[in-house]
């Protein structure tokens, strides 16, 4: 339902002459240099699951992605790699400043609602921002990954 505020989806249409498993060999590659361990569970997907523990700052594309599911598919429009990546990291790291707002606005008592609705407008702009940048950079990142640029 709202799994939109901290997932990203997406698909790459696929060269025909491309092997399926040259692709995800491609993508595999890819994880190992964004930090993410890849896992191959079957022969047309690659996962990569990162605890909390491992988020370290980072300039890398893929560093607000916690968790990740790749795979290739042929359907109607053609042979396609499909990718639903989450963020749940960002997303906690946003519910606890959340939380922390919160807890200054009922300590400040009546009166200071302005510096609470302040603070969670910024905060959803911080996210904001971050996703977009993250959804852009990593679209980017896996399109010439795949496309072996």
Not at 24 to 51: G, H, M, S, W
Request: net charge positive.
């Amino acid at each position: 339902m709202l799994d939109f505020l901290w997932t990203l989806r997406g698909s790459i249409p696929l060269d025909p002459t491309a092997s399926y498993g040259g692709v995800l060999d491609r993508v595999a590659t890819l994880l190992e240099q964004q930090n993410k361990p890849p896992r191959r569970v079957e022969a047309n997907v690659v996962t990569f699951k990162t605890p909390f523990s491992s988020f370290r700052r980072s300039w890398k594309a893929l560093q607000i992605y916690n968790e990740g599911r790749f795979w290739t598919e042929h359907g109607l429009d053609g042979r396609v790699l499909r990718y639903q990546l989450n963020c749940l990291h960002l997303l906690l790291a946003c519910v606890l400043f959340a939380v922390f707002f919160a807890f200054i606005s009922f300590k400040a008592g009546p009166g200071e609602d302005d510096v609470t609705l302040h603070g969670a407008y910024l905060l959803a702009a911080v996210y904001a921002v971050n996703m977009l940048v993250g959804w852009f950079r990593a679209t980017r990142v896996i399109r010439e990954a795949v496309r072996g640029r």
